[in-house]
Each structure stands twice: as C-alpha cells, then as structure tokens.
C-alpha cells in the first residue's frame, strides 16, 4: 500500500472518530440530569434547556466554520476548535451552579461547531463519487453511537462516582485527537470530483475559494432549502431519542429497582436498543446504487425509511418492561449480563429490542443519504458552509426537540404520570417525521438538475485551469 493511501485511511480515521465527540458531550447530560440537578440544586428540567443550548450553538457556530473551511487551512482551524471545546468540557466538570454549567456548555459548542463542517468538508474531497453514501455513513454512524457511548458512559462512571468524572474523560480523550490531527494529510480542494481527476493528476490545484456573498447563493439554492427544512422536522424527532435513557430510567424504578441500578442499566440499554444503527452503512450503499439507476433514487429510498420509523418508534415506547429481572446493585458487569439474558427469555424486553433495532435501523438511512444529496448538489468549496447552514436547522431541530420534551412533559405530567408521562410525550414528537419524509420526496425532483450543474461547473472550471 502506498504511503499517501496510508495517509488517507488514517486521516478519514481521524475524523471519523472526531464526529463521535459532538454526540458524545450530547449523550452524556440526560442520565446525568437527576445528579446534576441534585448536585447544583436545581430542577431537572432546567438541564434540558442547557442541552439543547448547546446543539444550538453547535449548529450556529459550525456556519462560521464553515465558511472558514473553504478559505483557509482546515487542518489548522480542526486543532484550533478543538482545543477550544477541550478546556470547555474540563470547565464543565468544575461547574458549581447552573449559570457556570450554562456558560461552559455555551463555549464548548462553539468549540464543537468544527468537527461537523470542517470534518465534513475534509471527507467530501477523499471519498470517491460511487462511494459517498457508503463512505458518508461511517461518519454519520459515528456520530450516533458517540451518543450512545456518551449515555453508557455516564451511566457507568456517574453510579461509581460523580457526574463530574465523565467530562473530564472527555476532554482529556479529546486532548489527544488535537496530537493525532498533527499527522493527518489535508486533501486538495475537490480532489474526489471525476471531473477534476485530470487536473489533479497534472498537479494543477482546483483554486476557486468561496465568498462571503456565497452564502446567501448557498442557502437560497432549492435543493439546499428542501435538505434545510427536511432536517429541521426530522432533528425534532431524533432531538427527543436522547430523553430514551430517562424513559427507561423511570420504567426501571417502576419495577421496584434502586436508582443506581436504573441509571447503569438505561445506559446499557439505550446502546442495546439502538445497535440497529449499525446498518447505516448498507443503508448508504443502498442510496449509491439507487442514485447509479437514477438521480431521484436516493431521496425516494430515503423517504421511505424515514416514514417507517415513526410507527416503529411509538408501538416501542408504548410496550412495558414488565417481568424485568435485574440484580438490585451497582455492579455494572452482573447488570448487562442481566439485560442480555433478559433480550432471549424476557418476550417483553425481546419485542422492545426488536422494534427498536428496526427503528433505529430506518433511522440510520436518513444520514448517509442526505449528507451524499448535499454533497452531490454543491460545488467542493460551498460543502463545508453548505453543510454548515443545513446542520443549523439540524441544531434548530434537535434544540426544539430537546428542550419541547421538558415543555411537553410538564404540561403532560400534570394529567398522568410516569412512565405514561413520558410515553405520551415521545410519542407526540414522533409525527414531525411526516413532513420530514414527504420533503425527501419534493427534493427528488430539484436533485437531478442541481447534480447535473454541479458537474457542468466543474468539467468547464477544469478547462478553463488546463
């Protein structure tokens, strides 16, 4: 193997593990909520604000970063963000009251906006054209399981010790990304473009950098519109899944089990049950050879899976865990061992975990497809801004899903209680995916037209730089 493709793999590593760490400070609040919120002495929905404040800030400030990206050296402006997120998340874990964990929160997403655009970007000019929704998906799926391992970790670190401990592993982990970026290879501006190859080969760089006044071109572009609108009510309803672990939280305690336990065990499950994220990448092969057949067939296939999550999402919350047999301790091992068996001789448990790997399964389609359309119908140095403004409605809609949830729940708590308190609620935010779908739909018309441009661009720019 050659040393540029050596290079290569270990650079998508890199940032493939970097996509994680967003999600994984996102993961890590909901079951620290009830110890936070003990800790600083406040209400636990009061934490669901900070949360949802940080997607927010994430999502504005990776717009900024974007832009940057398509001007200056990402691989630079990557180590610069995150060492600002880095002191940002060890500040969080010396917070001793709300304002100081609001602040902290604040600045780390700042800081987190980076990885989304600029990680972003890098991909798209290393993966092939065949391959993006393939390839795309490891990124996504990253992203997703960083915020199951930041719930499992929480939920094993928080019940031994305090919630503090699970930042400061955070940070120190991310302290050691910012080392690895030093020995990653900045791909050239639209390397993995086929109409740019030749140029490439010559040695002759792609030299066209984006604008300031790009930006409002990029936004008002029609595909880009219908991807903005479509991941605003799709992060409304993923926005909630990160109350999953609350959910099963308040299921344990209703069979009678110690909090300790409910805290270690929701973790497990909420990685348990969402493991059907692990398809995200047949899912993104399945867009590549549907879009190979025709330029609609990406979105129209997305469409689909995106809808059919809905109803597998609510018969699963609606489903109790009754005969849960767990060991009433704080031993983290003899608890999965428990859940486990639990899946094979618990019929209960072994429906919710088969709806919820189907759920998350559908799930898994939207990400890699959409980040292929985005890519497909923008020019190399718009991607990274491009994605910037789409990813603010995603933080949009993940802030309002996020924090709608406490809003919903307070009001609903008042008619019932747990855990239907909280069935009731999820299941509400589950029928923004209706639209969401529908809009996967409209896009398919514009995709073809807008890919065809893009390529019409770059084969007459690569004449023009012969």
Not at 12 to 36: E, K, R, T
Not at 44 to 59: F, K, Q, R, Y
Not at 88 to 116: H, K, P
């Amino acid at each position: 193997m050659k040393s540029k493709d050596i290079k290569v793999i270990y650079t998508i590593f890199v940032f493939v593990a970097l996509a994680a760490f967003d999600n994984i400070i996102i993961g890590l609040f909901p079951p620290l909520f009830s110890s936070i919120a003990k800790d600083l002495n406040i209400q636990v929905s009061s934490l669901g604000i900070v949360s949802g404040v940080n997607i927010l800030v994430t999502a504005i400030s990776s717009i900024y970063w974007g832009y940057l990206a398509g001007k200056y050296n990402r691989k630079i402006l990557i180590i610069i963000g995150t060492i600002f997120w880095v002191v940002s998340v060890f500040l969080t874990s010396r917070a001793n009251s709300y304002f100081e964990l609001f602040i902290y929160q604040v600045f780390t997403g700042i800081g987190l906006g980076c990885i989304a655009s600029i990680g972003f970007s890098v991909l798209t000019d290393y993966i092939p054209y065949k391959f993006r929704g393939m390839m795309l998906s490891l990124w996504g799926m990253s992203q997703g399981f960083g915020g199951i391992l930041g719930a499992v970790m929480a939920s094993l670190v928080a019940a031994s010790s305090n919630w503090r401990k699970p930042f400061e592993i955070v940070s120190i982990i991310g302290l050691f990304l910012v080392i690895l970026y030093v020995f990653v290879r900045e791909p050239s501006l639209g390397e993995a473009e086929p109409e740019l190859q030749e140029l490439i080969q010559k040695g002759q760089g792609y030299n066209y950098s984006i604008k300031f006044e790009n930006l409002k071109t990029i936004a008002s572009h029609k595909s880009n519109m219908l991807l903005l609108v479509q991941a605003f009510f799709m992060n409304i309803t993923t926005g909630t899944l990160i109350w999953l672990p609350t959910l099963y939280i308040s299921k344990i305690l209703h069979q009678g089990y110690s909090i300790q336990t409910a805290i270690i065990a929701s973790g497990y499950l909420f990685a348990l049950f969402q493991i059907g994220g692990l398809t995200s990448t047949y899912f993104g092969y399945l867009g590549d050879l549907a879009q190979r057949k025709k330029s609609r067939g990406r979105a129209l296939l997305t469409a689909r899976f995106v809808f059919l999550m809905m109803p597998l999402y609510i018969v699963m919350f609606l489903i109790p865990m009754k005969n849960l047999v767990l060991h009433n301790t704080t031993d983290p091992v003899l608890i999965l061992e428990d859940l486990i068996k639990q899946i094979f001789i618990n019929p209960w448990i072994a429906v919710i975990f088969v709806l919820s790997f189907l759920a998350s399964a559908a799930q898994s389609a939207n990400t890699p497809n959409w980040l292929a359309i985005i890519t497909d119908v923008n020019l190399p140095e718009y991607r990274g801004a491009a994605f910037s403004i789409a990813n603010l409605a995603n933080g949009f809609g993940r802030t309002i899903g996020n924090t709608g949830v406490g809003v919903m729940l307070a009001i609903i708590s008042s008619q019932t209680g747990e855990p239907t308190n909280y069935i009731i609620t999820l299941i509400i935010f589950q029928l923004f995916l209706i639209p969401s779908s529908l809009l996967y739909i409209k896009m398919s018309k514009t995709n073809e037209r807008d890919i065809m441009e893009v390529k019409s661009i770059l084969k007459k720019r690569a004449d023009i730089l012969d």
